[in-house]
């Protein structure tokens, strides 16, 4: 069982940087991806990044490439997305969760998470 807590959401005005983070309890949080998903108001939830339980390969969303960076410190059982040049559009509540060794091809499809967390806030301004 691996519970997730995000934390480091709030109000940014565009062009801004937020970080959020993503603690996990459990003892093999080492050995699950980790992926950042976000859901605006009135649309589906998206993917946005994820990282392999190594560490060694990321992915991300075309609406987020060379913007955000997912991170990993498995010593602390924390993943990372540090979002910089943010933009409105980029509002919504974002989640953290995990799954156990995802394949490069399931790490974008939600339903193969099967750990999220409670979401945290995310609200750029104009």
């Known amino acids: 069982q691996v519970q997730l807590v995000e934390s480091g959401g709030g109000l940014v005005q565009a062009g801004g940087s937020l970080r959020l983070s993503c603690t996990a309890s459990?003892?093999?949080?080492?050995?699950?991806?980790m992926g950042w998903f976000r859901q605006a108001p009135g649309k589906e939830r998206e993917f946005v990044a994820a990282i392999t339980w190594s560490g060694g390969s990321t992915y991300y969303a075309d609406s987020v490439k060379g913007r955000f960076t997912i991170s990993r410190e498995n010593a602390k059982n924390t993943v990372y997305l540090q979002m910089n040049s943010l933009k409105p559009e980029d509002t919504a509540v974002y989640y953290c969760a995990a799954a156990y060794k995802l394949t490069i091809v399931q790490v974008t499809i939600d339903r193969r998470y099967n750990y999220w967390g409670q979401g945290t806030q995310v609200t750029v301004s104009f």
């Open positions: 459990g003892r093999t949080f080492s050995s699950y991806t």
